[in-house]
């Protein structure tokens, strides 16, 4: 029988022996705590590597239930769940894979007046949703807030990715800088456009990894739009500059 350090040693034994991790680093990735809106295709992708990896508390909001459709993408969802609670199934599975970690749900649509009381106790958010009024919402509380927010979205084969830290600095954008025009009546979501499967749960792979490489304080580039175009395999960052003329963040 392992007491708890052996089994943190031993479970955690394939990070800790990187030198850039440590038990130092892994120390840091336990005391950590992500919220997660929009428990999706990339919800639900970044939410098994980051519970695999040993992030101490996720907190899932999200207020859909599961459909059919939702299968070819949503991993970890299955027929059986057809029916239930996103975040709750999500909840449930999580747990599965990593008894250690806590996890609370909020079967909740965000809006400007929730928003704050499920952001409030983490230091990162995933914006996993699908849609424009979801994000600018989530990219103007992050930015009130001083929460680094990772943000991913989805079309056909292509990934865009970025981690915004506009907060810290006169430098860093925000979401709202790079789509300055914007609107939250341009609702087109994945759903409407078509997404293959591997190509969601690529997303949530490199939102969980820009997470995990910031509470490591590996590289992050607060200023690099990470595009992705999954059928030739190419990566492209265009570098961008905070608009000093944005709403949200000067
Ligand atoms: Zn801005």
């Known amino acids: 029988?392992?007491?708890?350090?052996?089994?943190?040693?031993?479970?955690?034994?394939?990070?800790?022996?990187?030198?850039?991790?440590?038990v130092e680093g892994q120390k840091k990735i336990n005391n950590s705590s992500i919220c997660i809106i929009g428990c999706g295709g990339l919800?639900?992708?970044?939410?098994?590597?980051?519970?695999?990896?040993?992030?101490?508390?996720?907190?899932?909001?999200?207020?859909?239930s599961i459909v059919l459709s939702n299968l070819n993408r949503q991993t970890l969802f299955t027929e059986k769940d057809i029916g239930k609670s996103k975040c709750e199934v999500l909840t449930k599975k999580i747990k599965n894979i990593n008894k250690s970690i806590t996890v609370n749900y909020y079967?909740?649509?965000?809006?400007?007046?929730?928003?704050?009381?499920?952001?409030?106790?983490c230091s990162i958010v995933l914006d996993c949703t699908d849609n424009f009024e979801s994000r600018l919402l989530i990219n103007k509380f992050c930015h009130n807030k001083k929460k680094i927010l990772v943000s991913a979205a989805l079309q056909n084969f292509d990934i865009q990715a970025f981690i915004f830290s506009s907060w810290s600095n006169n430098k860093n954008?925000?979401?709202?800088?790079?789509?300055?025009?914007?609107?939250?009546?341009?609702?087109?979501?994945?759903?409407?456009?078509?997404?293959?499967?591997?190509v969601a749960g690529l997303g949530g792979i490199i939102q969980a990894n820009l997470a995990l490489n910031y509470i490591l304080k590996l590289h992050n580039n607060?200023?690099?739009?990470?595009?992705?175009?999954s059928v030739r395999l190419d990566i492209k960052k265009i570098k961008i500059e905070k608009n000093k003329n944005c709403k949200v963040c000067c």
């Open 1 to 22: 029988m392992r007491n708890p350090e052996e089994y943190f040693l031993e479970k955690y034994s394939r990070q800790i022996i990187m030198e850039q991790v440590g």
């Open 43 to 64: 919800g639900t992708s970044a939410a098994q590597y980051l519970s695999m990896s040993g992030i101490g508390k996720l907190i899932f909001i999200d207020h859909d």
């Open 107 to 121: 079967q909740k649509k965000i809006n400007e007046n929730n928003i704050d009381q499920y952001i409030e106790n």
């Open 173 to 198: 954008p925000c979401y709202k800088c790079i789509f300055p025009d914007l609107t939250t009546t341009e609702n087109q979501s994945c759903d409407e456009m078509g997404i293959i499967a591997s």
């Open 222 to 229: 607060f200023k690099e739009l990470i595009l992705l175009d």
